[in-house]
């Protein structure tokens, strides 16, 4: 039974940091995982892609250089750090994850091919 439950969201001024966490459970070390986000009105994209043992990471452009998305197996732990935030990265944040043998780090398609969410852990940045 896989389970993905975020921690770490809340308020910053822009310009501040937030580490958010993700702690899993089942058998999903070989499983790619990324986070992605949510804002009203607007389609769910995914900001980070991270590998199953943690090698290899990949972001969109308007993250990258700001965020580090990292993974702890040995922990059951993943990890978003993000730095520089802007108003523009206030959202609904989500851990996820697939099972496909599909290479992690390229872009998965879209939220249809995500096969387990974590319940989401709300950012706001003003």
């Known amino acids: 039974h896989v389970q993905l439950v975020e921690s770490g969201g809340g308020s910053v001024q822009a310009g501040g940091s937030l580490r958010l966490s993700c702690a899993f459970s089942?058998?999903?070390?070989?499983?790619?995982m990324a986070w992605f986000r949510q804002v009203p009105g607007k389609e769910t994209e995914a900001v980070a892609y991270?590998?199953?043992?943690?090698?290899?990471?990949n972001y969109v452009d308007s993250v990258r250089g700001r965020f580090t998305i990292s993974r702890d197996n040995a922990a059951n732990m993943l990890y978003l750090q993000m730095n520089s935030l802007k108003p523009e990265d206030t959202a609904i944040y989500y851990c996820?994850?697939?099972?496909?043998?599909?290479?992690?780090?390229?872009?998965?398609?879209?939220?249809?091919?995500?096969?387990?969410w974590g319940q989401g852990t709300q950012v706001t940045v003003s």
């Open positions: 991270i590998s199953a043992a943690g090698a290899g990471t």
């Open positions: 996820a994850t697939k099972r496909s043998r599909d290479p992690c780090i390229k872009p998965w398609g879209g939220p249809s091919a995500v096969d387990f």
């Open positions: 089942g058998n999903i070390r070989n499983y790619c």
